[in-house]
């Protein structure tokens, strides 16, 4: 039920996002209504974090944080894998639509990164006694996090440039192949990690889970919202760049 | 209470932060781009 409401809220979301990029001056107003989805998922999200969800026996109240910090995962991974795939189909057809929806994607899933291992060490300092381990989830998160900035760092200096688009769609590609170290660094490790291992796989409690599912649902609407104003941005910078009737080279 | 409140407090907040920081940063850029956009038409 919960991994369901995440998978079809996934799909709403890039199906919307992928269909706005089409032409977003026209339909830039429909993200009216997913901000708006986004504004009622919130609240209920939260409402579940204070009055549903129980307290956990060994942690208590520490452990809300975990409300926030593993939702964050989706629309990181989510970000990341739109940027390969505006990237992928920007190489195919040079069309600048979809090296928009790549930066905005990019952009986007490292807020949602960086948010991720800004609350991580807030709750690891009261939990284990030090805000960060040099643990194999945390660094390859780390990494990740390091790779799309630098991925936003070689867009903004060689901005509209021809050649640097197809240099960040490229790499914007090969970035993607460090989520999976990511996702299974806990395994990989063998035991010798200190981070939780994938909360899914140990079986939560039901109103745990369901509340880690409607921030994950809040999350990807958010994440939808915030997408689609970089687009509308990514769209102005690019209008206010193109050369003028008669300005040709 | 669980004198560690504060810690989930901080993380919230830190959330609504990036968050709502984020979307401020994306709305003065695009005022900044629409004014680009008008001056040169």
């Known amino acids: 039920m919960v991994a369901t409401a995440v998978m079809v809220s996934v799909l709403a979301v890039l199906a919307w996002l992928l269909w706005l990029s089409r032409d977003v001056p026209a339909r830039a107003p429909s993200s009216r209504s997913v901000g708006a989805a986004a504004l009622v998922l919130v609240p209920l999200w939260l409402a579940l974090v204070v009055f549903y969800a129980p307290l956990e026996v060994t942690q208590g109240v520490l452990q809300k944080i975990f409300y926030v910090h593993i939702p964050a995962i989706i629309p990181t991974y989510f970000g990341f894998t739109l940027s390969a795939l505006g990237g992928a189909m920007f190489l195919r057809t040079r069309d600048d639509r979809w090296d928009h929806l790549a930066l905005a994607g990019a952009e986007v899933g490292v807020v949602f990164c960086s948010l991720m291992l800004l609350v991580g060490p807030i709750w690891a300092k009261p939990a284990w006694g030090h805000w960060w381990v040099w643990d194999l989830r945390l660094t390859t998160t780390l990494m990740l996090w390091f790779i799309y900035v630098a991925y936003l760092f070689l867009r903004s200096f060689a901005f509209g440039s021809d050649t640097a688009k197809t240099f960040a769609a490229v790499y914007g590609i090969a970035g993607l192949a460090a989520i999976p170290f990511v996702y299974f660094a806990v395994d990989l490790a063998q035991g010798s990690t200190m981070h939780p291992s994938d909360p899914s796989r140990e079986g939560l409690p039901a109103e745990m889970g369901r509340t880690v599912g409607a921030g994950m649902v809040a999350f990807v609407w958010i994440f939808g919202w915030l997408v689609a104003k970089r687009l509308e941005l990514a769209f102005l910078q690019a209008r206010a760049l193109a050369p003028r009737a008669g300005e040709g080279v | ?41």
């Open chain 2, 1 to 41: 209470m669980d004198d560690r409140i504060g810690w989930v407090l901080a993380a919230y907040a830190v959330t609504a932060l990036v968050l709502v920081g984020y979307a401020l940063q994306l709305r003065l850029a695009r005022s900044a781009a629409l004014r680009d956009v008008q001056r040169r038409s």
